[in-house]
């Protein structure tokens, strides 16, 4: 599993309110990695991160935010949470090999819903 | 049109058939192919990983890649039960160092006792 943990694992909450969903790493992996899983859409990309304090948006990212304060911890912030944003998510980090060829591995997932 | 498409299934097999699960794609600059297996409401593993085309074979698995016609596969040998689980293909370009991947949408497998 890579030392990757998420939590919560699940989390109900309401339209409007606030939700961070964390990301814990035990590895000192650099690259970090929030997407979304919905049934017709697959895994997709919301944010994610290069080092401490680096990030960029992926193909989904309005809606949320991102934060990387230390190696081990990426955190994935909805500010207000809306029905659209019931999904599954997932954290993951890219091992580098050597050669440079790289293999993603994620996290056990967090199942949230918006009610 | 999606970037990677694939077949949702579910494809059911008899145990111990020989299974083929596909990905077409459309960007060309995808270069590094991937395939998860994701069992229900768990997170998806990493199976198999290539470069390029050709064939990669670990056990009963073999991934190949034809490039020309932007397709790739993975091939089961001897099914079991225990391979019934969702399978994702994912590609990336490679471009920079953060390995951002395209998934396709999964296609759901199972194999019959």
């Known amino acids: 599993d890579a030392g990757i943990t998420q939590s919560p694992r699940h989390k109900v909450t309401e339209t409007g309110t606030p939700v961070t969903l964390r990301c814990h790493q035990t590895?000192?992996?650099?690259?970090m990695y929030w997407y979304r899983q919905d049934p017709g859409h697959g895994l997709r990309l919301i944010h994610y991160?290069?080092?401490?304090?680096?990030?960029d948006k992926g193909e989904v990212s309005d809606g949320y935010s991102v934060s990387r304060s230390k190696t081990e911890d990426f955190l994935l912030t909805l500010e207000s949470a809306t029905s659209s944003q019931t999904s599954v998510y997932f954290c993951?980090?890219?091992?580098?090999?050597?050669?440079?060829?790289?293999?993603?591995?994620f996290g056990p997932g967090t199942r949230l819903t918006v009610t | 049109q999606k970037e990677v498409e694939q077949d949702p299934g579910p494809l059911s097999v008899p145990e111990g058939a020989i299974v083929s699960l596909n990905c077409t794609y459309s960007?060309?600059?995808?270069?590094?192919f991937m395939w998860y297996r994701q069992y229900s409401r768990k997170g998806p593993e990493l199976l198999m990983y290539?470069?390029?085309?050709g064939n990669k074979e670990d056990g009963r698995f073999t991934a190949q890649v034809d490039k020309s016609s932007k397709y790739i596969s993975l091939f089961i040998r001897d099914s079991q039960p225990s391979d019934s689980a969702t399978y994702l293909c994912?590609?990336?370009?490679?471009?920079?160092?953060?390995?951002?991947?395209?998934f396709g949408t999964g296609t759901r497998l199972q194999v019959m006792l």
């Open positions: 590895e000192n992996h650099r690259y």
């Open positions: 993951a980090i890219t091992t580098i090999n050597p050669g440079q060829t790289y293999e993603q591995y």
């Open positions: 991160s290069y080092g401490v304090k680096d990030t």
């Open positions: 290539t470069y390029s085309s």
């Open positions: 994912a590609m990336s370009d490679h471009t920079g160092t953060a390995s951002k991947l395209t």
């Open positions: 960007n060309s600059a995808f270069q590094y």
